[in-house]
């Protein structure tokens, strides 16, 4: 059974750091992307950025473009996002999921992605 859990979350000043873990149990990433979502309260989720897992191309949304890395450790089977020079916008519950497609210039949406994880709650305060 494939399975992802977030870890990493935490309350943090404007202009803070913090870093997710998203490993994933069950399968074999070398034939996958993942990627990274948030969910801000009464808003949609929306992908804050993507990995393609053979060849580590990553694309980001371009609201955290400069400010997050995403990244990959293919011995632990596991992506991470670093999150550096937070926004009060950035706040969020951060979802990573497995993708089963992708594109060249952005992320696959959505409906591209299974395996959601249960979530870790990013907070930054003003």
């Known amino acids: 059974q494939v399975q992802v859990v977030e870890s990493g979350g935490g309350l943090v000043p404007a202009g803070g750091s913090l870093r997710l873990s998203c490993p994933a149990s069950g399968l074999t990433l070398s034939a996958y992307a993942m990627g990274w979502f948030r969910q801000a309260p009464g808003k949609e989720r929306e992908v804050v950025s993507c990995?393609?897992?053979?060849?580590?191309?990553?694309i980001y949304a371009q609201s955290v473009k400069g400010r997050f890395t995403i990244s990959r450790d293919s011995a632990k089977n596991t992506m991470y996002l670093d999150m550096n020079n937070l926004k009060v916008e950035d706040t969020g519950v951060y979802f990573c999921?497995?993708?089963?497609?992708?594109?060249?210039?952005?992320?696959?949406?959505?409906?591209?992605?299974?395996?959601w994880g249960q979530g870790t709650q990013v907070t930054v305060s003003s």
């Open positions: 999921a497995v993708g089963v497609a992708w594109r060249q210039t952005m992320c696959a949406p959505r409906s591209d992605y299974r395996n």
């Open positions: 990995i393609k897992w053979s060849s580590i191309d990553t």
